[in-house]
Nanobody, 121 residues
Framework: QVQLVESGGGLVQPGGSLRLSCAAS????????MGWYRQAPGKERELVAT???????NVADSVKGRFTISRDNAKSTVYLQMNKLKPEDTAVYYC???????????????WGKGTLVTVSS
């Protein structure tokens, strides 16, 4: 009943920047925590950053100081600002959110389909 749609991925040179967006739509009553994960070829999916409804953030050490997560509750959207990108950042980036639907007493974990980020010359 809820969809997460990512956008903003693409090809960028090392040292460049990209901004990813993820918008939730459907029967949304409340969005609790939201986050970004990524998966590179041959690797496990890993957490990149999370942000709670109270705007507390957690960022992986590998991207700390370069990536910033934020959210706009009015737009039901979470963002990932990626600066100083490195080739090792190349991966499919997935949006994740814990969402409580209208009439529900608990949240459900949702995933987007992913957006590809390629960092290369």
């Amino acid at each position: 009943q809820v969809q997460l749609v990512e956008s903003g991925g693409g090809l960028v040179q090392p040292g460049g920047s990209l901004r990813l967006s993820c918008a939730a739509s459907g029967s949304v009553f409340r969005i609790n925590a939201m986050g970004w994960y990524r998966q590179a070829p041959g690797k496990e999916r890993e957490l990149v950053a999370t942000i709670t409804s109270g705007l507390r953030t957690n960022v992986a050490d590998s991207v700390k100081g370069r990536f910033t997560i934020s959210r706009d509750n009015a737009k039901s959207t979470v963002y990932l600002q990626m600066n100083k990108l490195k080739p090792e950042d190349t991966a499919v980036y997935y949006c994740n959110a814990d969402i409580m639907g209208r009439g529900s007493y608990y949240g459900v974990d949702y995933w987007g389909k992913g957006t590809l980020v390629t960092v290369s010359s």
